[in-house]
């Protein structure tokens, strides 16, 4: 099968996949907070793995850190709901904060994109600041919609590349 016609297939799963995030935003985001717990849990059952492999002041450090992922891995899998809604702060406030520094970038600049950092300064922290002022009333739809959105992003910048490049 040519590189074509994979990407062509692999965007359009992820259409597909931003669709049904789209149109169940809840779903996916549920789903979403799932997988990061899970995530979140390996990782700290790595670290706890890695414990006995550190310098004795790394040992208490490490195990912290383990301790951290697990605990944050076990709130998220336990209660996902409540999960998500911590979640969709944390990604809001996330998204402010970037939007904030792009705005800063794009002011000190002198680069031609200057006015389009700005631009998705503004943008990403209007989206930001909607997140954290609708917060928690908005952890039901926003993780899955902002997910969808991104995937349908990655699909057209897929289908734009020219033949044969990998991005």
């Known amino acids: 099968m040519s590189s074509e016609r994979q990407r062509q297939i692999a965007a359009v799963l992820l259409i597909l996949g931003a669709v049904a995030a789209i149109l169940l935003p809840f779903i996916s985001a549920t789903l979403l907070t799932l997988a990061l717990g899970g995530v979140a849990f390996s990782a700290g059952v790595s670290q706890l793995l890695r414990v006995g492999q550190d310098q ?3 040992k208490l450090f490490r195990l912290l850190s383990a301790l951290l ?3 944050g891995a076990l709130f998220i899998l336990i209660d996902p709901i409540e999960g998500e809604i911590s979640l969709t702060l944390f990604a809001g406030v ?5 939007g904030i520094m792009e705005l800063a970038a794009g002011a000190s600049s002198k680069a031609p994109m200057a006015a389009l950092m700005l631009l998705d300064g503004l943008l990403t922290a209007g989206i930001g600041l909607l997140l ?4 928690p009333s908005d952890s039901v739809w926003a993780l899955g919609t902002l997910f969808g ?6 699909a057209f910048k897929l289908l734009q590349q020219p033949g044969g490049e990998v991005a």
């Open 56 to 58: 004795p002041t790394g």
């Open 69 to 71: 992922y697990i605990g």
């Open 94 to 98: 996330v998204v402010l904060v970037e």
């Open 132 to 135: 954290v002022l609708e917060w």
């Open 149 to 154: 959105i991104t995937l349908l992003s990655s």
